[in-house]
Structure formats: structure tokens, C-alpha cells
């Protein structure tokens, strides 16, 4: 089984939730065994991302981690300001 682009899935996934969909960035890395993605958005639109208390951010991080067991991998997510 192929590893899927999960990079370009977080990427997809915040140029939904947000105007401007053209400042959206996803740039990854490895960090101790983690695939971490960090989503930079135009300032303006982090609230978009994250979401009410946070429930937007949790949601695809949830996702996220979803795709990590079936892939037996980890992943984390990141919004960088």
C-alpha cells in the first residue's frame, strides 16, 4: 500500500475554509518519528482555521490522526501566526 498525500490533503482542506485561498501554504517536516504540518493562512483568516474554541483545528486534527493509524504513521498539525 502506498503512503497517500496527506500534505496535499491539509492543503486542500484549509484553502476551504478560508477567502483567501491563494495564502494558504502547508509546508511539512519530520520531527522524532512525527510528520508535522504547519498551514499558514493570511493573518486575517487564522480565526477560519481554527475555528470556534478551537473545534475547526480539532477537527482535522482528528482526521489527521485517523489517517495516522491507518497508515501507521503520526501526524500533527500546526497553524502558524
Do not use: C, N
Not at 37 to 59: L, Y
Amino acid at each position: 500500500m502506498t503512503e497517500p498525500d496527506i500534505k496535499s490533503w491539509v492543503e486542500s482542506m484549509a484553502r476551504d475554509l478560508v477567502d483567501h485561498p491563494d495564502a494558504v501554504s502547508v509546508t511539512s517536516f519530520e520531527d522524532e518519528g512525527v510528520l508535522v504540518f504547519e498551514v499558514t493562512v493570511d493573518p486575517s483568516e487564522v480565526g477560519r482555521v481554527i475555528g470556534r474554541q478551537g473545534r475547526t483545528v480539532q477537527a482535522v486534527r482528528t482526521l489527521l490522526e485517523a489517517a495516522g493509524a491507518r497508515h501507521a504513521r503520526y501526524y500533527e498539525l500546526e497553524i502558524v501566526e
